[in-house]
């Protein structure tokens, strides 16, 4: 499994630990990721996902995973959310 986030397409990135004496060690910046359901109220089901924390406060923020994923680029979803977000689209054209 892949550290990546499934609905921001936050990974792992790399960088320096710089000591005061600016001696450099390469280190490894991990995003938090839990495993979460997160609720569609267009498809009245649950989905599980691995996410960022902050990927949680947004999609809050946007009011639930289905505007969340309506607004989100394709690029940065994962497989299954794309999946979600298209049942989602198809719902909503119905």
């Given amino acids: 499994m892949s550290r ?3 609905l921001t397409g936050k990974s792992v990135m790399t960088g320096n630990n710089v000591s ?22 267009v498809l009245d089901r649950s989905f599980s996902f691995r996410v ?19 607004k989100a680029k ?5 497989a299954k959310a794309r999946k979600v977000k298209k049942e989602i689209k198809s719902k909503n054209a119905a």
């Fill in 52 to 70: 960022a924390t902050s990927a949680i406060r947004t999609v809050e923020h946007n009011g639930g995973l289905d505007n969340y994923l309506l």
């Fill in 74 to 78: 394709d690029e940065v979803l994962s």
């Fill in 4 to 6: 990546t986030c499934e």
């Fill in 20 to 41: 005061h004496a600016k001696n450099r060690n390469k280190r490894v910046f991990r995003p938090n990721l839990v495993n979460t359901t997160l609720m569609s109220e």
